[in-house]
């Protein structure tokens, strides 16, 4: 079992930034891929951008150049930063590890952070 708890968010001006923090309750990101998702009011849940055990980055097109993902392994906690937010980007962000192993997947997800863009 992990334990994925969630940090930062909250209201923000339109090119404003804000910092995610998404803490596992045991040592996770330095094996398994750490993943950030968000979810806009009505929307489904989209991927924001993923890091991977050794440390490649990949982001959604949207937030490119916008938005940073790292990890601190010896914290056990995923970060994201967000630079030049737009009301856009409103939505309730959740952190996210798969732990995938042969005869078994473990899905866990934060407890999700709201972040409202608005002047």
């Known amino acids: 079992q992990v334990q994925l708890v969630q940090s930062g968010g909250g209201l923000v001006q339109p090119g404003g930034s804000l910092n995610l923090s998404c803490t596992a309750s045991?040592?996770?990101?330095?094996?398994?891929?750490g993943t950030w998702y968000r979810q806009a009011p009505g929307k489904q849940r989209e991927l924001v951008g993923t890091?991977?055990?050794?440390?490649?980055?990949l982001y959604v097109d949207s937030v490119k150049g916008r938005f940073t993902i790292s990890k601190d392994n010896a914290k056990n906690t995923l970060y994201l930063q967000m630079a030049d937010l737009t009301p856009e980007d409103t939505a309730v962000y959740f952190c996210?590890?798969?732990?995938?192993?042969?005869?078994?997947?473990?899905?866990?997800w934060g407890q999700g952070t709201q972040v409202t863009v608005s002047a």
């Open positions: 045991r040592s996770i990101f330095n094996q398994w891929p």
């Open positions: 890091i991977t055990r050794s440390g490649q980055i």
């Open positions: 996210n590890v798969v732990i995938d192993r042969p005869g078994k997947t473990s899905t866990y």
